[in-house]
């Protein structure tokens, strides 16, 4: 079966901490193999031109995304009062953070929660976030994310940890705490050049909003490349997010990816899993009021998918 995970509360709508802990335990409860948190560090007043979503001009970015909780704090409160589920983060923006450190937080969170970390990373796209807060100019965000993939092999490995790229190194030095296990590291990608770090780098795929035929079509490039590379293709995953804003049936036809309403987002999953997709996770908090209907829905999606037999 599919492994299904949900996002996190880390909206406005929500009360950090509170809402965190009373999803997170439930959710478990429920039987979700995996959380969900992301990464957003502000959002432009500005959103002309370049500054606009995903830098498409003018393109306005959600109100949902004004005061996102921090991703890695969610998952620690998170991780705190669960025993079982896995933790994701979809994704960290990693020209955000000084390597080594971010390094350090994921293999601290790893073996605090006994090592049930699933790290997804991206390379960013906001010309904003980048201005307010990137260690690198956006123009480096590729080779800053392969240096983390380098660094962090360091960091994770046994001491002592020697490094060295562009920007950072380190010369024998010890560095801890270990993961608990070898952290599963999934890298978001769109363009045939993301894919192909995938395909070299990296143990999966994480595909936000991708189309069942855009998984098929993605993943099989991703796994003839990795193949090219030497590897085998079957251990690379396919991690799906499916982003939701509204639970309300859809009556369109064709009906548009992941428009609908319980019942119909249960039957994307099964579309995605046909795809090859191994793991699918629902955001489902920005299309829910509150915590109570968060994981209401969340227990309607689970039954739902699993009777189909997902």
Same mark, same amino acid.
């Given at each position: 079966?599919? !492994?299904?995970?949900?996002?996190?509360?880390?909206?406005?709508?929500?009360?950090?901490?509170?809402? &965190?802990?009373?999803?997170?335990?439930?959710?478990?409860e429920i039987g979700f193999d995996s959380?969900?948190?992301?990464?957003?560090?502000?959002?432009?007043?500005d959103q002309s031109g370049p500054h606009g979503l995903y830098n498409v001009p003018g393109l306005p970015w959600p109100d949902l995304y004004r005061g996102v909780t921090d991703a890695l704090v969610t998952l620690s409160m998170a991780a705190a009062v669960t025993e079982r589920i896995e933790l994701g983060a979809g994704?960290? &923006?990693?020209?955000?953070?000084?390597?080594?450190?971010?390094? !350090?937080?994921?293999?601290?969170?790893?073996?605090?929660?006994?090592?049930?970390?699933?790290? %997804?990373?991206?390379?960013?796209?906001?010309?904003?976030?980048f201005a307010a807060g990137g260690a690198v100019p956006i123009t480096e965000r590729g080779r800053?994310?392969?240096?983390?993939?380098?660094?962090?092999?360091?960091?994770?490995?046994?001491?002592?940890?020697?490094?060295?790229?562009?920007?950072?190194?380190?010369?024998?030095?010890?560095i801890g705490p270990k993961p608990a296990r070898r952290i599963p590291v999934l890298l978001g990608a769109a363009s045939d050049k993301a894919l192909a770090r995938?395909?070299?780098?990296?143990? %999966?795929?994480?595909?936000?909003?991708?189309?069942?035929?855009?998984?098929?079509? !993605?993943?099989?490039?991703? !796994?003839?490349?990795?193949?090219?590379? %030497?590897?085998?293709?079957?251990?690379?995953?396919?991690?799906?997010?499916?982003?939701?804003?509204?639970?309300t049936?859809?009556?369109?036809?064709?009906?548009?990816?992941?428009?609908?309403?319980?019942?119909?987002?249960?039957?994307? &999953?099964a579309a995605l899993a046909e795809a090859g997709a191994d793991h699918v996770y629902l955001t489902l908090p920005a299309a829910v009021k509150d915590v109570t209907e968060l994981i209401d829905r969340s227990g309607e999606f689970y039954e739902t998918v699993r009777a189909a037999g997902v």
């Open positions: 079966m599919v !492994k299904l995970g949900v996002s996190l509360p880390q909206f406005q709508q929500f009360t950090p901490g509170v809402d &965190v802990v009373a999803a997170a335990r439930a959710l478990e959380l969900w948190a992301f990464e957003r560090l502000l959002v432009p007043e994704v960290l &923006v990693v020209p955000l953070h000084v390597p080594v450190r971010l390094a !350090k937080q994921l293999a601290t969170l790893d073996a605090a929660s006994g090592g049930r970390l699933i790290a %997804g990373l991206g390379s960013g796209w906001s010309i904003d976030e800053a994310l392969d240096d983390f993939l380098d660094i962090a092999e360091a960091v994770w490995g046994p001491n002592p940890v020697s490094f060295a790229t562009g920007r950072f190194r380190a010369d024998a030095a010890d995938v395909a070299r780098r990296a143990d %999966g795929w994480v595909a936000s909003g991708a189309t069942p035929e855009q998984v098929a079509e !993605k993943l099989a490039l991703v !796994k003839r490349l990795a193949e090219e590379y %030497g590897r085998d293709p079957a251990t690379i995953g396919c991690t799906v997010q499916i982003a939701t804003l509204d639970l049936e859809s009556t369109a036809q064709p009906r548009p990816p992941y428009a609908g309403n319980v019942a119909q987002l249960a039957e994307d &999953v």
